[in-house]
């Protein structure tokens, strides 16, 4: 999509010039949390997510996640569903997330962090890094066990073949149990490579497979009228044995770093993501009462297909002028993506109850037509970012977008366009470390929850806007971020006859702060809280069918992580994670919350030399309390709580 570079002010082309792309500028950008490192392929005894932590807004490294957002959410919405996803900083549309083989690291971009990233997101930035192999040979192996008696065997290899060339491998077998009984069965094969073509040009192509023969359904609880359903019992499947599901999932892609020229950079990547179920199944037990009573409803889909083809090429220019430095980005972006969904069948099992295991045998299925849903997007964008040494930085974004949507039946489909300009403003000032931004964005709204009337049926884009103000500061080894923000977009959920829909639209404000690094050489801290304050607005508020907060509504979280390694026991350190929320809204008329709960991770890891190599004993217990209770699947269906479950690991580095 061709743009005109007059768009930009005069003044920003006069500031272009020449460095290294991906250098940070200096000033603001240069005192920025640097990104997470990935380990590299075939290293793995020291992933510490505590640690590796730059602040409190959400880090995955390996196994270990820890922060106050997550993938699924940044300040009360999903980021995934809103198609927010990199891939070493490029646009990535995964149908499903890669392998841990091939992305080692997840960070969460929200506030000052998402400074130095060309063209942010309204709802958040998740960031994901390859696990890249190194120039020398190396492997990793971890075993683990739990207290629900899951089985997990994971290896990851590096080889060095030439100078320029190493190949990474890796596999695992996964054998999980839950607190529903369920069973998921998993193995994973994957490869990634560096080739250093030249000394300017670099390519990482990775590939993934998945295969899953077995995956439990667990139940989702609908109750009768606005209460919640009782406790739901422990370690009872609630539910055909038969109705578990299968699937294939495969990721691949190419990232490419060339330095075409001094001060001038393309980076690029094409990426494939597609998942296949061949059995597919919702266990929903509805009209459930407060003695445990309730009707089991199973819902089978035909073979479902999605796949999404994605990427982005984004060249840069970059000049350094002494205590000044300018960057200019072209970016084209795109993604062509299809669904095949719907023509299921629903099958009634009559009275049960939230304890009994169900011993219904397999009925025929009657499946109907399935419906498609093909997309295609593009998007050509413009960038600016300069710094002033000991002064602050500026950045400014315009993107055009053009967006279509399919979605029906073969030979009568439903046409959704849209053709927006978006937006980013971005500035911080280096001397007090104030920043503020303002973005819009063009976000998927997702696709309507099992049950709703329209199941399964993808929804329209819609526009989004966020405007974030704060201030970061280092003391010492510690690095303070507050701020507070503000995130518009139209509000989808079911409606009176229970279908998902838009219903006016959702404000949410909130104050947002975090406390990272090291307290001293022993103890390192990852705390943070938000406060928030959303609100609907609309047709549906007033007609009294939606309450004034959004479903899922979260007004309070607090999280605190610590890691101590005591002076006296070299190579043994001990953690702390406390996650503790408020209430949450659980239906759409704001009649029923989930009360508050507070989670306790406590655990140990043992650093020591096995056989010569690198070695990691890791023992941890999660939800120490033994919260049970339930977790909001979506507005009025509710499912339940792992409860108290210990696992150990031991990790060898060859």
């Not at 997510?49 to 270990?64: H, N, S």
């Not at 390192?524 to 309450?547: F, H, N, T, Y």
């Amino acid at each position: 999509m061709a743009l005109d570079l007059r768009m930009i002010p005069c003044a920003l082309l006069l500031l272009a010039g020449a460095a290294r792309a991906e250098q940070p500028a200096p000033g603001v950008a240069a005192s920025l949390p640097p990104p997470v490192e990935t380990p590299a392929a075939g290293t793995r005894s020291g992933e510490n997510a505590v640690r590796a932590a730059g602040d409190a807004f959400g880090t995955v490294i390996g196994r270990e996640e820890i922060g106050l957002y997550s993938a699924d959410d940044i300040r009360g919405f999903s980021p995934v569903v809103a198609g927010n996803v990199r891939i070493e900083g490029l646009y990535f549309d995964p149908v499903i997330f890669p392998s841990d083989r091939i992305s080692g690291a997840t960070s969460i971009r929200v506030g000052p962090s998402a400074l130095g990233s060309p063209f942010p997101a309204p709802t958040g930035i998740v960031d994901l890094g390859l696990r890249v192999p190194g120039s020398e040979a190396a492997a990793s192996a971890l075993m683990s066990v739990d207290s629900f008696g899951s089985h997990v065997a994971e290896l990851d290899v590096a080889l060095p073949l030439s100078d320029r060339f190493s190949l990474g491998l890796g596999g695992m077998i996964s054998r999980e149990r839950f607190i529903t009984a369920a069973h998921d069965n998993k193995y994973e094969a994957a490869a990634i490579a560096r080739w250093q073509v030249s000394d300017a040009l670099r390519l990482v192509p990775f590939f993934s497979f998945t295969v899953t023969p077995r995956d439990d359904v667990p139940p989702l609880f609908v109750p009768t009228g606005d209460v919640l359903p009782p406790d739901p019992p422990r370690r009872v499947f609630v539910g055909p044995r038969w109705a578990r599901q299968r699937d294939s999932e495969v990721n691949a892609g190419l990232v490419a770093d060339w330095t075409i020229a001094s001060g001038w950079a393309l980076k690029a990547g094409l990426f494939r993501s597609s998942v296949v179920l061949p059995t597919a199944f919702s266990n929903l037990l509805e009209d459930v009462q407060s003695d445990g009573s309730a009707r089991q409803r199973i819902v089978a889909d035909p073979r479902l297909f999605f796949v999404s083809n994605s990427g982005e090429a984004r060249l840069t220019h970059t000049i350094s002028d002494g205590p000044r430095s300018h960057r200019v980005h072209l970016a084209v972006r795109g993604r062509k993506a299809f669904r095949r969904f719907g023509g299921s069948d629903e099958i009634d099992l009559g009275p049960t109850t939230m304890a009994r295991p169900g011993t219904a045998p397999l009925p025929a299925f009657t499946f109907t037509e399935q419906q498609q849903d093909r997309v295609t997007q593009i998007t050509g964008a413009i960038g600016y970012e300069g710094a002033l040494q000991g002064v602050g930085s500026l950045a400014l974004g315009l993107q055009k977008s053009d967006y279509a949507k399919r979605i029906g039946l073969p030979g009568f489909k439903q046409a959704i366009d849209a053709t927006p300009w978006l937006g980013n403003i971005n500035a911080a000032i280096s001397r007090t470390e104030v920043y503020g931004g303002w973005v819009t964005g063009l976000e998927e709204s997702g696709i309507a929850p099992d049950i709703a009337t329209n199941r399964n049926e993808a929804l329209p884009a819609i526009i989004t806007r966020q405007v974030d103000v704060g201030v970061r500061q280092t003391m010492g080894e510690l690095t303070l971020v507050a701020g507070a923000f503000q995130l518009t977009k139209p509000y989808f959920n079911l409606d009176a006859a229970g279908r998902f829909g838009p219903l006016g639209t959702v404000a949410s404000r909130g104050l947002e702060f975090s406390l990272a690094g090291p307290i001293t050489p022993a103890l390192a801290l990852v705390g943070g809280g938000v406060l928030s304050w959303p609100r609907v607005s609309g047709e549906a508020v007033a007609l009294g069918v939606a309450g004034p907060l959004p479903v899922g509504a979260v007004r309070r979280r607090v999280n605190l992580s610590l890691d101590w390694r005591p002076p006296f026991a070299p190579g043994l350190s001990f953690d702390l994670g406390v996650f503790a929320n408020s209430s949450t809204v659980a239906t759409v008329n704001n009649a029923v919350h989930i009360p508050a709960q507070t989670f306790i991770d406590i655990g140990a890891r043992y650093a020591f030399r096995l056989a010569g190599r690198d070695a990691v004993l890791r023992a941890q217990i999660f939800n120490l309390g033994g919260v049970n209770g339930l977790f909001l699947d979506g507005a009025g269906v509710y499912g339940m709580n792992d409860g108290r479950v210990a696992q150990i690991y031991l990790t060898v580095d060859f």
